[in-house]
T-cell receptor, first 114, second 110 residues
Framework: EAGVTQFPSHSVIEKGQTVTLRCDPI?????LYWYRRVMGKEIKFLLH????????ESGMPNNRFLAERTGGTYSTLKVQPAELEDSGVYFC????????????FGNGTRLTVT | QKEVEQNSGPLSVPEGAIASLNCTYS??????FFWYRQYSGKSPELIMF????GDKEDGRFTAQLNKASQYVSLLIRDSQPSDSATYLC??????????FGAGTRLFVKA
């Protein structure tokens, strides 16, 4: 079974530019999550998809962040325009459908905004 | 108050000793509890999950849950240098949302 895959693994962009991160969840996992870890801080929840619908986007920091999951398969997270404080590691995770099922993480995308 | 709190460490133990990692959470409605291990530059990987009060053992790892005290812990017996990592406590409510603590760094000295 293929795990959660994320692309790219690293991205370095200048302030004001746009970056799009991609996540392919484990096949069959309807629940897909985006998290972010800023240096030294906890892994922060951004949002949760169930299939193509946003179940909870309470963690999205502001309207510069846009997440989509068209067709309920892979997801993208776009940051536009990027700011310095957006730097960090963006993790995608997916899980099975039963309550309490654990998260399976991708390797993350390390975003550096200069 | 943070939703999930952990001592950031570092916690340093000698090889072969028991490492004890602790976590408290604020939401009494939390139902599922997880311990993840994260090596530097890598993604979190699941070690244990526990749903009921008491102990759950898996090899060298034991998770302990006390819902009345809103406390969950992870014991690592016969600690090895390869156990050196950051250990993340995570808590889920019934709505599939999982909240993470900041993690405890563990060093196992050879």
């Amino acid at each position: 079974e293929a795990g959660v895959t994320q692309f790219p693994s690293h991205s370095v962009i200048e302030k004001g530019q746009t970056v799009t991160l991609r996540c392919d969840p484990i096949s069959g996992h309807d629940n897909l999550y985006w998290y972010r870890r800023v240096m030294g801080k906890e892994i922060k929840f951004l949002l949760h998809f169930v299939k193509e619908s946003k179940q909870d986007e309470s963690g999205m920091p502001n309207n510069r962040f846009l997440a989509e999951r068209t067709g309920g398969t892979y997801s993208t997270l776009k940051v536009q325009p990027a700011e310095l404080e957006d730097s960090g590691v963006y993790f995608c995770a997916s899980r099975d459908d039963w309550p309490g099922s654990p998260l399976h993480f991708g390797n993350g995308t390390r975003l550096t905004v200069t | 108050q943070k939703e999930v709190e952990q001592n950031s460490g570092p916690l340093s133990v000698p090889e072969g000793a028991i490492a004890s990692l602790n976590c408290t959470y604020s939401d009494r409605g939390s139902q599922s509890f997880f311990w993840y291990r994260q090596y530097s530059g890598k993604s979190p990987e699941l070690i244990m999950f526990i749903y009921s009060n008491g102990d759950k053992e898996d090899g060298r790892f034991t998770a302990q849950l006390n819902k009345a005290s809103q406390y969950v812990s992870l014991l690592i017996r016969d600690s090895q240098p390869s156990d050196s990592a950051t250990y993340l406590c995570a808590v889920s409510t019934g709505g599939f949302k999982t909240i993470f603590g900041a993690g405890t760094r563990l060093f196992v000295k050879a």
